[in-house]
């Protein structure tokens, strides 16, 4: 089996991964990078109207053979691991006639991304894996196995080479201390044997803050500001990031609390209901949905107005807000249409702002500076997406693998002083399983 690691050996996001057997070629993830090549942000406009041939001349689009769709296909499928763009934003570039494999709940969300969101990846040829179940794809065999992480319905992949009996198990992105860390201790006491390489990310390696806090922690910690707030509390979080939804929905009922969800989340929530009956939703007696203007036009132009009505029900007016506003939890986003919502608000003496996001975001707003001016500090209660140190070395010890080689980390060096039998690789450079 040839392994090659097209971007990720040095950097996280953008990750892509090709694996070779026989006649059968693979591609793992195929996202956007988060940084540039200063290591600035990356802006995602920068793609916008290139061609295929200027976005790999630029480093932007791996130079894959047979994987775009300006050439002949060469490739057998893609596996998608979840459904955050790091992962899967550059997947609109490939050759149209290649399966797609992914979760139910990532090809959901790629939707939903669609309608909400600038970039948009639209995938003709998708096939959804269910957990655990083996497909075959040529000489291979891809068993997917669920995986905890901040993106729903996420996956890890054991690949086996049929002709050669080598195995290979990708990590993709995950953790073992959110709502679903029980997932994460079953693979740890029925670990997968005769791995022949382990591909695991490293996101939180190098990193100051440790990711020591789970997402029962952060319920907890909510609850108790929830309880105490004087005012209306703010949280700001994706509405993608289920598992932090549920935990903010928990808090603010321990708290007696009512929960304001906007139309983009309350759509989420409603498209992902049949993954878990414990995701909140807009038919519940103590969750609001406020009707932006944005996201009403955005559902109306796309055949969803039927949705709007349905949740009418549940939709709270902002005067309700300002007269209640001691009873109310308010998921928030930093938008232009918060900013006015915020205007409109009297009287904020006593409420809380939780920014609930990894904080490299915050350095890209003003957010914090346009809650001072209306007296609410902002405060941090959160719980990473990614395995802690602790976590990745439980998982390289029950895995034992006779070769761990890292991905999607900022600090590869680090894996040789902290796991064994580690193999370093560079993107683009060939490597024999």
Same mark, same amino acid.
């Given at each position: ?62 130079? /894959? ?180 939804? /549920? ?133 941090? /209660? ?22 761990? /080689? ?28």
């Amino acid at each position: 089996m040839k392994l090659i690691i097209h971007r990720g050996t040095k950097e996280i996001g953008g990750s892509c991964v090709e694996l070779a057997s026989g006649r059968t070629r693979i591609i793992i993830d195929l996202g956007l990078p988060l940084v540039d090549r200063e290591g600035e942000p990356f802006d995602s406009n920068i793609i916008k109207n290139k061609t295929i041939e200027d976005l790999i001349s630029e480093n932007i689009l791996p130079d /894959v053979k047979g994987l775009y769709s300006n050439g002949d296909r060469g490739i057998d499928a893609v596996l998608l691991s979840h459904s955050h763009q790091d992962h899967y934003g550059l997947l609109g570039h490939i050759h149209p006639d290649i399966p797609v494999y992914m979760s139910q709940g990532a090809k959901t969300l790629i939707e939903i991304s669609n309608l909400f969101i600038p970039v948009k990846v639209n995938l003709p040829n998708v096939i959804v894996l269910r957990k655990w179940q083996p497909v075959e794809i040529g000489d291979f065999v891809v068993k997917p196995y669920l995986v905890d992480h901040s993106a729903p319905d996420a996956r890890a992949f054991l690949v086996k080479s049929k002709s050669t009996g080598r195995r290979l198990f990708y990590s993709g992105d995950f953790r073992g201390h959110g709502r679903k860390d029980v997932v994460f201790e079953n693979l740890l006491s029925h670990p997968i044997k005769n791995v022949d390489c382990l591909v695991m990310e490293g996101t939180m390696l190098g990193r100051e803050d440790k990711g020591d806090e789970n997402e029962h922690d952060v319920e907890a910690r909510m609850a108790e500001m929830f309880k105490s707030k004087g005012n209306i509390a703010f949280v700001f979080c994706s509405s993608q990031n289920i598992d932090r939804i /549920v935990s903010i929905y928990q808090a603010a009922k321990r708290a007696q609390q009512t929960l304001v969800i906007d139309l983009y989340t309350a759509y989420i929530l409603d498209s992902l209901k049949g993954l878990s009956s414990k995701l909140p939703q807009y038919g519940w007696p103590d969750v609001k949905v406020m009707y932006f203007w944005h996201h009403a036009e955005v559902l109306a132009k796309n055949d969803l107005k039927n949705f709007l009505y349905t949740c009418k029900s549940a939709k709270i007016e902002k005067e309700e807000v300002n007269r209640d506003k001691r009873n109310i939890v308010m998921l928030a986003k930093y938008s232009r249409d918060f900013r006015r919502f915020l205007g409109y608000l009297d009287n904020l003496n006593g409420a809380v702002a939780i920014y609930s996001m990894w904080e490299g975001y915050l350095g890209r707003s003003n957010l914090r500076e346009t809650l001072k001016q209306k007296g609410i500090e902002l405060e941090t /209660v959160h719980a990473s997406g990614h395995a802690t140190e602790g976590d990745l070395k439980r998982l390289e010890e029950a895995f034992r693998p006779k070769c761990l /080689v890292p991905i999607h980390t900022f600090q590869p060096r680090e894996y040789v002083s902290l796991f064994q039998n580690v193999h370093l690789l560079s993107d683009g450079e060939e490597f024999a399983v």
